[in-house]
């Protein structure tokens, strides 16, 4: 009768901790948790997959909520040695093309660009204000 209980006792406590793994994996926080409105309005990324791979994003925010922004470049994709780019826009345009050398977008919306984020190939990433006027 001991045996049993201590099994059943072992059984619940694997379950738990099992149903708790479970938890915190899906509820990892993401871009749909975030404060400001974003929207991504155009994106670009290499087809070569056995070097680094180059991301760039152009997204759109009404707000420039600087450590939103940081936490939005965080959440994108990254791949070790690639290079993960985000533009900001505080003014909304329907579909953005994106090159992959620079300047990756058509100067003509360089003003409506508030931020960039970048994460470089080694890691070391960074949010950089665009003071255009």
Known sequence: M???????FLAALVLIVVFWIFYDTFR???VADMEGTYKEIGKYRNENNTGPIVRIYAV??????????????????????GNTKVFFFNQ?????????EYPHFDQALEA????????????????VRYPFK
């Open 2 to 8: 001991r045996t049993k209980s201590i099994f059943y």
């Open 28 to 30: 990892q926080p993401g």
């Open 60 to 81: 759109y925010t009404p707000d420039t909520l600087w450590k939103e922004m940081k936490s939005y470049g965080e959440y994108m994709p990254h791949t070790k040695y």
């Open 92 to 100: 909304e345009h329907t579909e953005m093309s994106i090159a992959p």
């Open 112 to 127: 409506s660009c508030v931020a960039r984020y970048e994460k470089t190939a080694m890691g070391e990433s960074g949010l």
